[in-house]
């Protein structure tokens, strides 16, 4: 009962300072919801509901309220731990009453949602998210500091919500974060991950993965919807059977195996509204916990067999998938999160007694890359084997529903499925693929009379030895629109990747939506000090929900205190990371260095191994040196900092790591060299760590391989944080170069369109090796001499750039890269005023990088949804 309790739009919470809060219901749909619920139970709820604090005394009472009934505990054995859950608690009260607002909201009013289905979503920490979304940082501040505790050491206490690992899952929490925002009724869907992807531990410079038990004592952020749960089959068999209710035959899938999805609820606040949406995670349990007869039996193993069997769905993101049965698992986790999904929204939709034409209208299903694909397949089995629709019918309400996001052009990530595990684990769903298949090359035979080399290459199943699925083809079949995350990237779709469904479908069903990201973290949270300058010059916090005010910041460029106070928050944050650095690694760095940071997942398109390469460069360089007056005098004092995970298969990435190790080892310990050049490895990168990395840097790497690099987010925060970029002609690269001007931005490489004739050239020369510049078999030659240790390490490494094709362009463009590295290094140390004022100047000019404006983008191009208003 309590969801169709009514507020009127005066009892609406209005949190300090927040001009765009939800109004509430008009008095018509009031009238509606009063007359389900008796007077007396209203005037009771009224009386006793729950009040949200709105100031310091009613957050120590709730606060105190939770330490006492909540955990259990009193003021005598309230350690930092319990007092970081008792805040936690009573801020999340306060989130659950808007939330529940929210909901009630938007079901009054009957409203499209959004679904953003996404694999993963990397949200950081929660707590200090939620005090600046909901403006309370400083009553919270001044209400656990009276208490005895430090807000900051209570902050720290938080783990990482191991629910993602990349840019991804990045984006996709910037992409909630922005809908509640700007009032957009809008869900994300995913997967309750027990331990995340893997807790990253460097023993011996080898990465070694270890559980990350971030759930250990709990998440108070998350709401368990224990009620809520979905039965969820694999294996079996499907028949023919005949449909009681018209007669007709149909058919039917038996699935041997069940477990059940449990729905656990992560209320995502929106910044200056009280506008609170919803991500909605699902955890794996069994039908049967316990088999009761084999524990009787002497059977212990077994008898809990089926609950952890069960449970593995849900254990780990990404399980490694280099054999047969980590494949299973992870198309088992796909499918169990996007079943569940669309039973949750379509049973959502069914309340609302809409005829099934309109489910369009009603639901947007955004699949974030390839992973949820399979929701095509499963929404039309729903509509057809078990609502009883025409099949083409069906399928328009599927297109119409669904759009997709791709985020790579390389072919190895597009995901494919062998057949045969896909149709032993989802026997219905193949022989649904293969019906949409032949209907969709039907009509492309039908446009496209006798090109049956088109055929083969827009099919979904691919004709190899073994047969596959093609995901990002059915995603596209499946969708109304389809859109890269950068301008060149969706360029290089059209032309490239999908010139084949170009042609078929016409290019207006492709479309850009360039990435963004919420400058609510990534310049409030993670760069307090830089945001409260930019907010003394502008007037306020209002750039926060319209970065293009940052535009402002230009007329402040000649300001020389203005400009020294900017220059004094960088060497703060520096300080910071210094820190955190030297708490990690036990490496010493100095803050007056020049910091040049890479943080991203481990690949090699992402290019790595080209920095690493040029930091072994300047080391042999610095070594060349007669002294070290002349190496003081030549050389930038400089810091390499690179950060990151690499898959737990793949060996290249897990070779690089062990290098940048290695190097450092070296490095590091030689007196000669002492500050001159440091190199740090961040073990364990993640959000919390990212908010000190890139609001420390100086300048950045994105160094992929000119388009391989569907967007990028790093780059945005680190320019939005005063930070400048080295990077190549790839992905929002482009874009950043255009809006903050090339004079800003260190560039370098070959572009785009050069690269396959380069990897052609590289191709026809591997028999005689390929030619490999002086600068760069200098560095070869010193690994292969065992400077950093067992050369035979790293014969993979080195063999597939000289001997294997060179396919990531490394000796293309290295020579490039050293140049642009001593303009870097000219550029910090001598023209020190120009540097700020080139960071000045960046900052103004990332307006266009906000999630928001992709968000905007995204409801008015290919949701058609609209913000929700009285």
């Known amino acids: 009962m309590s969801d169709l309790v009514p507020q009127s739009p005066e009892s609406l919470p209005r949190p300090r300072l927040h001009k765009r809060t939800l109004t509430g219901f008009t008095s018509t749909e009031i009238k509606v919801i009063d007359s389900i619920i008796p007077s007396e139970s209203r005037e009771l709820w009224k009386k006793f509901g729950s009040k949200e604090f709105n100031t310091v005394e009613e957050f120590q009472a709730s606060f105190i309220s939770h330490v006492e009934k909540t955990l259990a505990r009193s003021m005598y054995n309230c350690d930092n731990l319990a007092a970081y859950q008792a805040a936690s608690s009573a801020v999340r009260d306060k989130l659950i009453l808007h939330w529940n607002k929210t909901q009630q909201l938007h079901t009054a009013k009957d409203i499209k949602r959004v679904y953003y289905f996404s694999f993963e979503f990397l949200m950081g920490r929660a707590m200090d998210n939620a005090l600046i979304n909901l403006d309370i940082k400083d009553l919270t501040k001044e209400g656990v500091n009276k208490l005895g505790f430090n807000l900051e050491d209570l902050l720290e206490i938080e783990p990482d919500a191991g629910l993602g690992n990349?840019?991804?899952?990045?984006?996709?929490?910037?992409?909630?974060?922005?809908?509640?925002?700007?009032?957009?009724?809008?869900?994300?869907?995913?997967?309750?991950?027990?331990?995340?992807?893997?807790?990253?531990?460097i023993i011996d410079g080898y990465q070694?993965?270890?559980?990350?038990?971030?759930?250990?004592?709990?998440?108070?952020?998350?709401?368990?919807?224990?009620?809520?749960?979905?039965?969820?089959?694999?294996?079996?068999?499907?028949?023919?059977?005949?449909?009681?209710?018209?007669?007709?035959?149909?058919?039917?899938?038996?699935?041997?195996?069940?477990?059940?999805?449990?729905?656990?609820?992560?209320?995502?606040?929106?910044?200056?509204?009280?506008?609170?949406?919803?991500?909605?995670?699902?955890?794996?349990?069994?039908?049967?916990?316990?088999?009761?007869?084999?524990?009787?039996?002497?059977?212990?193993?077994?008898?809990?067999?089926?609950?952890?069997?069960?449970?593995?769905?849900?254990?780990?993101?990404?399980?490694?998938?280099?054999?047969?049965?980590?494949?299973?698992?992870?198309?088992?986790?796909?499918?169990?999160?996007?079943?569940?999904?669309?039973?949750?929204?379509?049973?959502?939709?069914?309340?609302?007694?809409?005829?099934?034409?309109?489910?369009?209208?009603?639901?947007?299903?955004?699949?974030?890359?390839?992973?949820?694909?399979?929701?095509?397949?499963?929404?039309?089995?729903?509509?057809?084997?078990?609502?009883?629709?025409?099949?083409?019918?069906?399928?328009?309400?599927?297109?119409?529903?669904?759009?997709?996001?791709?985020?790579?052009?390389?072919?190895?990530?597009?995901?494919?499925?062998?057949?045969?595990?896909?149709?032993?684990?989802?026997?219905?769903?193949?022989?649904?693929?293969?019906?949409?298949?032949?209907?969709?090359?039907?009509?492309?035979?039908?446009?496209?009379?006798?090109?049956?080399?088109?055929?083969?290459?827009?099919?979904?199943?691919?004709?190899?030895?073994?047969?596959?699925?093609?995901?990002?083809?059915?995603?596209?079949?499946?969708?109304?629109?389809?859109?890269?995350?950068?301008?060149?990237?969706?360029?290089?779709?059209?032309?490239?990747?999908?010139?084949?469904?170009?042609?078929?479908?016409?290019?207006?069903?492709?479309?850009?939506?360039?990435?963004?990201?919420?400058?609510?973290?990534?310049?409030?949270?993670?760069?307090?000090?830089?945001?409260?300058?930019?907010?003394?010059?502008?007037?306020?916090?209002?750039?926060?929900?319209?970065?293009?005010?940052?535009?402002?910041?230009?007329?402040?460029?000649?300001?020389?205190?203005?400009?020294?106070?900017?220059?004094?928050?960088?060497?703060?944050?520096?300080?910071?990371?210094?820190?955190?650095?030297?708490?990690?690694?036990?490496?010493?760095?100095?803050?007056?260095?020049?910091?040049?940071?890479?943080?991203?997942?481990?690949?090699?398109?992402?290019?790595?191994q080209l920095n690493i390469f040029g930091v072994i460069h300047r080391y042999l360089q610095l070594k060349k040196c007669k002294n070290n007056e002349e190496r003081v005098k030549l050389y930038t004092p400089k810091v390499s900092i690179i950060g990151g995970k690499a898959a737990p298969g793949y060996y290249m990435a897990k070779t690089i790591i062990k290098l940048i190790n290695s190097v450092g080892d070296v490095i590091n310990k030689d007196p000669d060299i002492g500050d001159l050049l440091k190199v740090v490895f961040v073990p364990d990168y993640n959000v919390s760590k990212a908010q000190i990395i890139t609001s420390a840097s100086d300048v950045s790497e994105h160094i992929s391989t000119a388009g391989t690099e569907g967007s990028g987010t790093s780059n945005m925060k680190f320019v939005l944080n005063g930070g400048l970029i080295i990077g190549t002609v790839d992905g929002a690269n482009v874009e950043i170069t255009r809006e903050i001007g090339e004079e800003n931005i260190f560039l370098f490489g070959n572009l785009a369109e050069n690269v396959e004739q380069l990897r052609h050239n590289h191709k026809f020369n591997s028999l005689e090796n390929n030619i490999v510049p002086s600068s760069l078999q200098e560095v070869f030659d010193a690994i292969e001499s065992n400077t950093f240790g067992d050369s035979s390490e790293y014969k993979s490494l080195i063999d597939s750039i000289k001997i294997h094709g060179d396919y990531y362009l490394v000796t293309d463009d290295f020579d490039s890269y050293l140049q642009t590295q001593k303009l870097v290094d000219d550029e910090f140390r001598n023209h020190r005023d120009e540097w700020i004022v080139k960071c000045i100047s960046s900052v103004a000019n990332m307006g266009f990088f906000s999630s928001d404006r992709c968000i905007q983008e995204y409801a008015e191009n290919i949701w058609n949804v609209e913000p929700v208003q009285e």
């Open 166 to 201: 990349g840019g991804l899952g990045r984006l996709a929490a910037c992409f909630v974060d922005s809908l509640s925002t700007q009032n957009y009724a809008g869900w994300g869907y995913g997967v309750r991950y027990q331990y995340g992807i893997f807790a990253q531990k």
């Open 208 to 608: 070694v993965e270890t559980p990350d038990y971030w759930l250990r004592f709990s998440n108070p952020w998350e709401l368990p919807r224990l009620e809520i749960q979905i039965p969820v089959d694999y294996y079996g068999f499907t028949q023919t059977v005949k449909d009681l209710k018209t007669g007709k035959s149909k058919k039917q899938w038996f699935g041997s195996e069940r477990v059940l999805a449990v729905a656990y609820d992560f209320p995502v606040p929106g910044y200056d509204t009280a506008n609170v949406n919803n991500l909605r995670m699902w955890s794996a349990q069994p039908t049967t916990e316990f088999d009761f007869n084999k524990f009787n039996q002497g059977d212990y193993q077994n008898s809990v067999a089926e609950q952890q069997k069960a449970e593995s769905i849900t254990a780990v993101l990404y399980p490694n998938d280099n054999f047969y049965q980590g494949k299973e698992l992870r198309l088992k986790q796909q499918y169990f999160w996007v079943a569940a999904s669309l039973h949750d929204i379509i049973r959502r939709f069914i309340k609302t007694k809409r005829n099934w034409s309109e489910f369009p209208d009603q639901v947007a299903i955004q699949l974030n890359d390839t992973h949820p694909t399979v929701a095509v397949v499963e929404l039309q089995r729903v509509l057809v084997d078990i609502e009883g629709l025409d099949w083409d019918t069906a399928w328009q309400i599927v297109i119409k529903t669904f759009s997709y996001t791709n985020h790579t052009v390389m072919q190895e990530a597009l995901e494919k499925w062998p057949l045969d595990l896909f149709g032993n684990l989802l026997p219905r769903h193949l022989e649904i693929i293969y019906d949409i298949n032949l209907k969709f090359l039907q009509q492309v035979e039908k446009k496209f009379p006798g090109d049956n080399d088109l055929l083969s290459k827009v099919s979904i199943i691919e004709e190899s030895s073994p047969k596959n699925i093609r995901m990002a083809n059915l995603a596209i079949i499946g969708s109304h629109r389809v859109n890269g995350v950068a301008e060149l990237h969706s360029e290089l779709l059209r032309t490239t990747l999908f010139k084949d469904f170009v042609k078929v479908f016409g290019v207006e069903k492709f479309t850009n939506v360039t990435n963004g990201i919420t400058p609510r973290r990534w310049l409030r949270e993670a760069n307090p000090e830089l945001s409260e300058l930019i907010a003394s010059k502008l007037g306020g916090f209002g750039y926060l929900t319209n970065l293009t005010e940052l535009k402002k910041l230009e007329s402040f460029i000649n300001d020389s205190s203005f400009k020294k106070r900017w220059a004094e928050i960088k060497v703060n944050n520096k300080k910071r990371l210094s820190l955190l650095v030297k708490n990690l690694t036990g490496i010493d760095i100095n803050p007056d260095s020049l910091f040049d940071i890479q943080v991203k997942r481990i690949h090699e398109y992402k290019r790595q």
